[in-house]
């Protein structure tokens, strides 16, 4: 896999922890020099350190929110200021909120879904014209398994990886002929600060993958040229038998799975 993404410059959002944390640093370990976005500048600032340390990579840092609507402009202004030709951009930030909805905080709910839909899609339509023209580039979007099914309790969450997940599927198609691959990487449960951040109990969050082991699933399809991957075998099974029974099975299932 080196030696597709060796020399390339790839933007990684949500760099700072977990699955895009892992996913700059195979890129890096690949050869990759990276463009590193998120909030917490102290994580990005020492994460490029040793990646340009340890693989001899370039390294910028992009400090950014991206419930903010404007960020994605921003982003794309950054790297044009910096003469940085992106190649590879992987759409990971994100992030869920557990509980019922109409208990929820309804600005970080509208919060929620500018971060993991409004971000995603626009930051592709900033950076894709440029791969487009190259007629060569690769996006990732990290979906996840909950964009296959309702989520009770997580419904908002699901439904902004429905999002994803239908959109990297629309846009790989009209991309193709292109030269742009794009990918959505499906994980299921993966450990990382995610479900902390939901306010997930350690009950809901059985047999979770490495996000080393999910970066890796994710970078070998997108380079593969696969539309979309579903990590782990046991999250491919579910996924693949939960398609057979009724929806409204489905959904009451998940409920009590996720019920707080
Ligand atoms: N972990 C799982 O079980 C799981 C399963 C399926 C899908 N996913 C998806 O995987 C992706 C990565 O999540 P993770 O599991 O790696 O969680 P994580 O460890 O909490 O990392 C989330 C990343 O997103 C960034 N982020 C969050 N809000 C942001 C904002 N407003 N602006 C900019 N960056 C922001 C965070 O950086 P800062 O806080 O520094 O800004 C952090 O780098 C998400 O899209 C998530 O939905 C996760």
Same mark, same amino acid.
């Given at each position: 896999?080196?030696?597709?993404?060796?020399?390339?410059?790839?933007?990684?959002?949500?760099?700072?922890?977990?699955?895009?944390?892992?996913?700059?640093?195979?890129?890096?370990?690949?050869?990759?020099?990276?463009?590193?976005?998120?909030?917490?500048?102290?994580?990005?600032? !020492?994460?490029?350190? *040793?990646?340009? !340390?340890?693989?001899?990579?370039?390294?910028?840092?992009?400090?950014?929110?991206?419930?903010?609507?404007?960020?994605?402009?921003? =982003?794309?202004?950054?790297?044009?200021?910096?003469?940085?030709?992106? *190649?590879?951009? =992987?759409?990971?930030?994100?992030?869920?909120?557990?509980?019922?909805?109409?208990?929820?905080?309804?600005?970080?709910?509208? *919060?929620?879904?500018?971060?993991?839909?409004?971000?995603?899609?626009?930051?592709?339509?900033?950076?894709?014209?440029?791969?487009?023209?190259?007629?060569?580039?690769?996006?990732?979007?990290?979906?996840?398994?909950?964009?296959? !099914?309702?989520?009770?309790?997580?419904?908002?969450?699901?439904?902004?990886?429905?999002?994803?997940?239908?959109?990297?599927?629309? =846009?790989?198609? *009209?991309?193709?002929?292109?030269?742009?691959?794009?990918?959505?990487?499906?994980?299921?449960?993966?450990?990382?600060?995610?479900?902390?951040?939901?306010?997930?109990?350690?009950?809901?969050?059985?047999?979770?993958?490495?996000?080393?082991?999910?970066?890796?699933?994710?970078?070998?399809?997108?380079?593969?040229?696969?539309?979309?991957?579903?990590?782990?075998?046991?999250?491919?099974?579910?996924?693949?038998?939960?398609?057979?029974?009724?929806?409204?099975?489905?959904?009451?299932?998940?409920?009590?799975?996720?019920?707080?």
């Amino acid at each position: 896999m080196a030696a597709v993404w060796r020399g390339k410059w790839a933007l990684v959002t949500g760099a700072s922890a977990g699955i895009g944390r892992e996913i700059a640093t195979q890129l890096a370990a690949d050869g990759s020099n990276l463009v590193l976005v998120a909030r917490r500048a102290d994580r990005l600032v !020492q994460l490029a350190g *040793e990646l340009t !340390q340890r693989y001899k990579v370039r390294c910028e840092i992009c400090v950014a929110d991206l419930t903010r609507p404007e960020a994605p402009q921003e =982003i794309l202004r950054f790297t044009q200021e910096k003469e940085l030709p992106i *190649e590879v951009l =992987i759409n990971n930030a994100g992030f869920g909120i557990h509980g019922e909805f109409l208990r929820a905080d309804p600005h970080r709910l509208l *919060e929620m879904v500018q971060v993991n839909v409004a971000s995603v899609m626009y930051l592709a339509r900033l950076f894709l014209p440029a791969m487009a023209q190259r007629r060569s580039g690769y996006m990732m979007v990290v979906a996840s398994t909950a964009a296959f !099914q309702a989520v009770p309790y997580l419904s908002t969450y699901a439904a902004t990886k429905a999002f994803d997940l239908l959109f990297a599927g629309g =846009i790989a198609a *009209e991309l193709a002929e292109q030269g742009v691959r794009i990918c959505a990487l499906c994980p299921g449960s993966t450990d990382t600060e995610f479900q902390e951040v939901a306010g997930q109990t350690k009950r809901m969050a059985r047999s979770k993958e490495s996000a080393e082991k999910v970066a890796r699933v994710g970078l070998q399809a997108l380079a593969a040229g696969k539309p979309m991957v579903i990590s782990g075998l046991k999250n491919r099974l579910a996924m693949e038998s939960q398609r057979l029974a009724p929806r409204s099975w489905v959904t009451r299932a998940v409920a009590r799975m996720f019920k707080p």
